[in-house]
């Protein structure tokens, strides 16, 4: 057996034991007749706009990423909207950095807060996860602090 294929398999093995674990239940395929397409520009691109990036997905439970983890658990965000929420967040977070105003500067740890929750979303597991959703629980009571004045 060649080094490619022990490599496919054991990274299909990890999402199926990935799958069993967290007790996935995929859904079944329909049966269609094997068709060929008429034409080869058919099998080429998706009708109807751009071919999607394979970077950009929602991960399910057993998927992996470029680095060969496997997901135990699914995104909530697609990657490109996580991305919007997170540039907004930044903006966000440097305009209450620049300022003194104490309820800008709430909203700035709200908004960071956001942020790590969108960062959390993209890892794989609930363990990897966890540091930022502290983090972001700490960052929305330090903002609830400034917005009720104790700060």
Known sequence: MARKDRERARKRHAIERARRESGFEPAPKEERPAAKPATRTAT???AGGRPESPL???????????????????MLLHPKIALYIYFLVLGIGLVSLLRRDPTLQAVGYGAFA?????????????????????????????????????G
């Open 44 to 46: 080429r691109r998706p």
């Open 56 to 74: 950009l997905h929602k991960a399910k439970v057993g998927d992996v990423d470029r680095k060969g983890r496997v997901f135990e658990r699914p």
């Open 114 to 150: 956001l942020g790590m929750l969108v960062i959390a979303d993209s890892k794989t597991t609930w363990l990897r996860a966890l540091p930022f959703i502290v983090l972001s629980a700490a960052l929305a009571a330090g903002a609830v602090a400034l917005a009720v004045g104790l």
